[in-house]
């Protein structure tokens, strides 16, 4: 139990351009989830919280504005990367959390070119 | 405000030794205390969690921790590792009545040589 799946896994885009990455809990219902991403050989950084049928609430230095997240049903949470840039290349990981506990996905990792 | 502290950035150590990686949280209760591994390029995968009682807790893949509130440790212990066994090691601790938020330590690379 408590699965949680990342769409897609790999993604290259041009500079410029949205990218959006899906977040689904497969087997339970996840009213938070959370959108982290990883740099190199580094921890996870929380970049924010997502609520479902609310806004997401974002930590201090994410632009919100350039990382969309929404959180439409109990299962779907997704991040968009919006005008993406070099420097957002990067490894993006969801987890959604079920009875005190975060469970992550696989990750998706993003090249800006 | 929470924190967590993994004092090993690596650890190198043989097949079938035993292993403890060590974890120290800063709270001012009992937090939740969880060890995630990730497998590069992978998320991460819980391999156990102590939320209260019993202070050794069991794990999957032959691993456990202990929490020991007056050291405010709850390092990881297996006794006997396997090749597959390396991987980074997280430890992380939430708050109970808090934000659902989880602070991360900043991870122990351990490597297996034959």
């Known amino acids: 139990g408590a699965v949680v799946s990342q769409h897609p896994s790999w993604v290259i885009c041009k500079s410029g351009t949205s990218v959006k990455i899906e977040c689904r809990s497969l087997d339970f219902q996840a009213t938070t989830m959370f959108w982290y991403r990883q740099f190199p050989k580094q921890s996870l950084m929380l970049m924010a919280t997502?609520?479902?049928?609310?806004?997401?609430?974002?930590e201090q230095g994410v632009e919100k504005d350039k990382f969309l997240i929404n959180h439409a049903s109990l299962t779907l949470s997704t991040l968009t990367v919006t005008s993406a840039h070099p420097e957002d290349s990067s490894f993006y990981i969801c987890s959604a959390r079920d009875l005190n506990t975060q469970y992550f996905g696989p990750g998706t990792r993003l090249t800006v070119l | 405000a929470q924190s967590v502290t993994q004092p090993d950035i690596h650890i190198t150590v043989s097949e079938g030794a035993s292993l403890e990686l060590r974890c120290n949280y800063s709270y001012g209760a009992t937090p939740y205390l969880f060890w995630y591994v990730q497998s590069p390029g992978q998320g991460l995968q819980l391999l156990l969690k102590y939320f209260s009682g019993d202070t050794l807790v069991q794990g999957i893949k032959g691993f456990e921790a202990e929490f020991k509130r007056s050291q405010s440790s709850f390092n990881l212990r297996k006794p006997s590792v396997h090749w597959s066994d390396a991987a980074e090691y997280f430890c992380a601790v939430g708050a109970p009545e808090g934000n659902e938020k989880l602070t991360f330590g900043t991870g122990t690379r351990l490597t297996i040589i034959p």
């Open positions: 997502s609520n479902e049928g609310s806004k997401a609430t974002y």
